[in-house]
């Protein structure tokens, strides 16, 4: 089906899948230690995208010292 954004009209397409039981099947690239990793997180919110919009406005050092960490 077709989406389209009521605030900046950016048009997407959607598969959607409807199955008799309610069930949702997970599509993911996560493997499943990502997914338990990430699974009690809270939903991301326009504060978050706020925060790490002016943390990349700042930014000017190295990425690998972010993602290296665990």
């Not at 069930?23 to 504060?47: N, P, Y």
């Amino acid at each position: 089906m077709e989406a389209r954004c009521s605030a900046c009209r950016t048009q997407s397409l959607v598969a959607v899948v409807v199955k008799a039981d309610g069930l949702r099947e997970v599509i993911t690239d996560l493997s499943d230690t990502e997914l338990d990793k990430f699974k009690d997180m809270g939903v991301l919110t326009a504060d978050d995208v706020l925060d790490m919009h002016n943390f990349l406005k700042e930014f000017s050092g190295d990425f690998s010292q972010f993602f290296n960490r665990e």
